[in-house]
């Protein structure tokens, strides 16, 4: 890495407001405020443990290139850093088969309002006690603490990954299909992602009538929500290719605002409490 955990620590500070910036693909700076950013460089890949430990301040790309030198990759949606990933809490669109993004982080040592370095969570998925922190910061956008590095979980590449779509409906198309990796549906078309060996992803090709694509639609933007997955059968009534639904996992992208449900202020005092524990003087992004 291009510096330690402790040079970022003594960079964050202990007093005045303070944000983190990687490559603001995700979020911009707070004009007045502090910007810091994150130790940058990759530390080492395990491919036996499937592990990659890095800097948080490393770019997604640098990320994805070393992990293909070893035929393997890691369910981040590309772009930014791998700690603006995180902290953001955006699956990749392979949620359906490789689980959110609180999956990937094993490992972090972060920077809390204190200055002070912390460690959370553990370098593999076994004997690791305690609170499960990885979990809190993934999705806090920083509010809660400042990734310094990284270990995240990774995966083998798949032999083969291709996009397809059909206009059959993408709840009988998840009953016929064995493993898809995504399924996305805008009302009217369907889009599939099948990855394995070539010829297996051909056979279920053309038993399900598929035709192959580029790659998945473009998002539309910028409200992201989730449902419960059983209420996409809902978005039949809705105008098509207003929105994109994420099938099973029940997240929907959409041009415009959805309507909001009634807040639940439990849960937003807790929220308040969990950033009052962390952040006592607000002093992060």
Known sequence: MDRTVDEFAAAVGTVDPVSVEGRATRRGAVPGVAVVGAPVGIVRIDAAEMVLECGAGTPMDDVQAALAEVGQTVSIPDGGTIGGALASGISDVTRLAHGPMRDVLLQTHFVGAS?????????????VSGFDLCRLLVGAWGTLGFFGDVIVRTRPLPRSSRWFTTNTDPFELLAALYRPIAILWDGETT????DGDPDDVDATAVASRL?????????PGPYRC????GELR?????TPGSFVAQIVVGVVHRSEPPPRGPTDDAICQLHDR???????AGRLN
Do not use: Y
């Open 211 to 219: 035709q192959e694509v580029d790659g998945p639609p473009p998002m």
């Open 191 to 194: 889009w599939v992602r099948l």
């Open 274 to 280: 969990i950033k009052q524990q962390f952040d006592p």
């Open 226 to 229: 989730s449902v419960a997955p």
């Open 234 to 238: 809902s978005l039949h009534s809705e």
């Open 115 to 127: 200055g002070k370095v912390t460690k959370a969570g553990g370098p593999t998925v076994k004997n």
